[in-house]
């Protein structure tokens, strides 16, 4: 057998319980064909590229269980103003980007902190930035942003407009709209000014361009997807899921697996909205056939229950401090969603649903106990996102129900880049106990896996794992870390089987694709502290390196 790669003084986690630790690997036509000790390193033959790691980490390729592709990718370009706080600071990133970028017809910002200007940003603030373009800015969480007038103006909102339950254009008391726009349907049309409108149907509408976009078009949004991947790829992800989605998200990924330029395997859902009939999953089925494989697949729907506690849209089973009778509200109405769970369920897809408050993932977990009522037990590994406020009833269900945690180890504020203060205005103090739980929800058996929902946060798995391992116990909460090896298969193994895909990668084992992710460094002797200051070395995708440091480019 000619071997192609082979990966020698290594220290292998292979996440295979059959087999956990090894020395090398080998690998051939795209699978891994022998993990061992020294008589797999004897493989070497003179074709084959050796990888000598010198005592380095080697891992499954990471699993990203819930990004957003191709927005992230499209956002690279645009203005980054995280960290970015009071006006003057903003103004000049501003000024800056807008001279870059005359002819833009949307000055686009990512980033923007709920206080960036110590006040709920206006419009008026933001034409004191810049008044004679359209400029707009998001929120970190993605559920939020803010507009000058101009932009407004030609998106047509300036006066309000009517928008689907959950999506709102705020309102002053002079009869026109504030600048603050919440929800994918109502910052929508602020923007489609960048020219970008079609690429947001897949997380605003769950519809398809129409005209369907040109070859010219398509080339065009697929070097923003390239963008997004070689940014995963030094990472060291090898396969996503892409939480938002359409059918044309995956033609265009399945053009790029025809094009050689797709380096990580993506699962794409189809999006149904609160305001669809149950025949539009009829769309998701025809999917799931269509984008078969090893790189493009299907096979489950999206949903969104509520929407995100800085904007105290998260559907919560009390009321938020300091706005009595306040609770947000789910996006689908119990039996409605129910019905839909059972609808889903019985066509053999999975269903993922977006739930931060306490309210949404109870009225989640019902409509998941509902379809298997209905359609009895069958190995669809439904799963919630999120999670960021659970009541304590309701923790033992996850594990009984089988139905798997897809948190963000980088979300709990105070942890990585957002601040405890938004968690003080939004979240009672004496509920922080059951705020951003982790190892109680896997001690009460639900299957736990881990991802960034990048662009949201930082895609960086190794900040990831150190925000797991170091994350200091909020007031009167206990401990929610899990150890070093539960947090590489939350990122690894765990994250392929909540995606049906462990029989494809996930592990380091015999016959499984050639996706490997080489650490710089040891990850087991770091401190944990150093963990998300350590590098990837190199990262290959079904053998092909899609990352290498000057190192291991040769």
């Not at 008589?39 to 004897?42: D, K, L, R």
């Given at each position: 057998m000619k071997i192609d790669l082979l990966f020698v003084d290594a220290k292998v986690l292979?996440?295979?319980?059959?087999?956990?630790?090894?020395?090398?690997?080998?690998?051939?036509?795209?699978?891994?064909?022998?993990?061992?000790?020294a008589?797999?390193?004897?493989l070497a033959g003179p074709e084959t590229r050796v990888v000598r790691c010198g005592g380095r980490?080697?891992?499954?390729?990471?699993?990203?269980?819930?990004?957003?592709?191709v927005l992230g990718g499209a956002e690279l370009a645009q203005l980054q103003i995280g960290g970015v706080m009071g006006f003057e600071a903003l103004k000049a990133a501003f000024e800056g980007y807008a001279a870059l970028h005359p002819g833009a017809p949307l000055l686009m910002a990512q980033g923007a902190a709920y206080g960036i200007l110590g006040a709920p940003a206006t419009r008026h603030d933001l034409d004191r930035v810049i008044a004679d373009r359209p400029i707009a800015m998001m929120a970190p969480d993605h559920h939020t942003v803010w507009a000058n007038t101009a932009a407004l103006r030609a998106a047509g909102l300036l006066q309000g407009a009517v928008m689907p339950h959950g999506h709102e254009v705020v309102m002053g008391a002079d009869g026109t709209a504030t600048g603050e726009l919440r929800e994918f349907e109502a910052f929508g049309p602020?923007?489609?000014?960048?020219?970008?409108?079609?690429?947001?149907?897949?997380?605003?509408?769950?519809?398809?361009?129409?005209?369907?976009?040109?070859?010219?078009?398509?080339?065009?949004?697929?070097?923003?997807?390239?963008a997004g991947l070689a940014h995963c790829a030094a990472h060291g992800i090898t396969s996503m899921v892409n939480m938002d989605g359409n059918r044309?998200?995956?033609?265009?990924?399945?053009e790029m697996a025809e094009e050689g330029r797709l380096t990580a395997r993506v699962k794409v859902p189809f999006h149904f909205k609160p305001h669809m009939e149950l025949a539009e999953l009829d769309r998701a089925t025809a999917m799931t056939a269509e984008f078969t494989g090893e790189w493009v697949t299907s096979g489950f729907v999206k949903m969104f229950m509520d929407g995100v506690v800085d904007s105290r849209?998260?559907?919560?089973?009390?009321?938020?401090?300091?706005?009595?009778?306040?609770?947000?509200?789910?996006?689908f109405e119990p039996e409605r969603f129910n019905e839909i769970c059972v609808e889903i369920d019985r066509r053999g897809l999975q269903i993922a649903v977006h739930a931060i408050g306490d309210g949404a993932v109870r009225q989640t977990i019902d409509g998941f106990e509902a379809a298997l009522k209905a359609n009895g037990a069958h190995d669809m590994r439904h799963r919630i996102e999120h999670i960021e406020l659970i009541d304590r009833a309701d923790v033992p269900r996850l594990g009984a129900l089988g139905i798997t945690a897809s948190v963000q180890p980088p979300h709990a504020p105070g942890v990585m880049d957002f601040s405890l203060d938004s968690m003080e205005a939004v979240m009672p103090r004496d509920r922080w106990p059951d705020a951003y739980l982790c190892r109680t929800l896997a001690e009460h058996g639900a299957p736990l896996v881990f991802a960034s929902d990048w662009p949201v946060t930082d895609v960086s798995v190794m900040r990831g794992i150190q925000a797991a391992l170091t994350r200091v116990p909020y007031?009167?909460?206990?401990?929610?870390?899990?150890?070093?090896?539960?947090?590489?298969?939350?990122?690894?193994?765990?994250?392929?089987?909540?995606?049906?895909?462990?029989?494809?990668?996930?592990?380091?084992?015999?016959?499984?694709?050639?996706?490997?992710?080489?650490?710089?460094?040891?990850?087991?002797?770091?401190?944990?502290?150093?963990?998300?200051?350590?590098?990837?070395?190199?990262?290959?995708?079904?053998?092909?390196?899609?990352?290498?440091?000057?190192?291991?480019?040769?």
């Open positions: 292979t996440m295979d319980d059959a087999r956990p630790r090894a020395e090398a690997v080998a690998v051939a036509g795209g699978r891994i064909v022998a993990v061992g000790g008589e797999v390193a004897a980490t080697l891992l499954p390729g990471f699993v990203e269980s819930h990004l957003h592709l602020v923007l489609a000014l960048g020219g970008e409108a079609h690429l947001q149907l897949g997380i605003a509408t769950g519809g398809e361009p129409e005209p369907w976009p040109s070859a010219a078009q398509r080339a065009r949004d697929k070097d923003k997807i390239a044309y998200t995956c033609v265009l990924l399945r849209t998260a559907y919560m089973l009390n009321d938020y401090p300091g706005v009595p009778g306040h609770r947000g509200e789910p996006l007031e009167g909460a206990g401990d929610e870390r899990v150890g070093l090896q539960e947090v590489l298969r939350a990122y690894t193994v765990s994250g392929a089987r909540a995606a049906h895909c462990e029989g494809l990668t996930g592990m380091l084992r015999e016959g499984l694709a050639a996706d490997l992710v080489l650490i710089d460094g040891d990850i087991e002797s770091l401190p944990a502290d150093r963990i998300g200051a350590t590098g990837i070395a190199l990262t290959v995708s079904a053998g092909r390196p899609t990352h290498a440091t000057p190192e291991f480019a040769a």
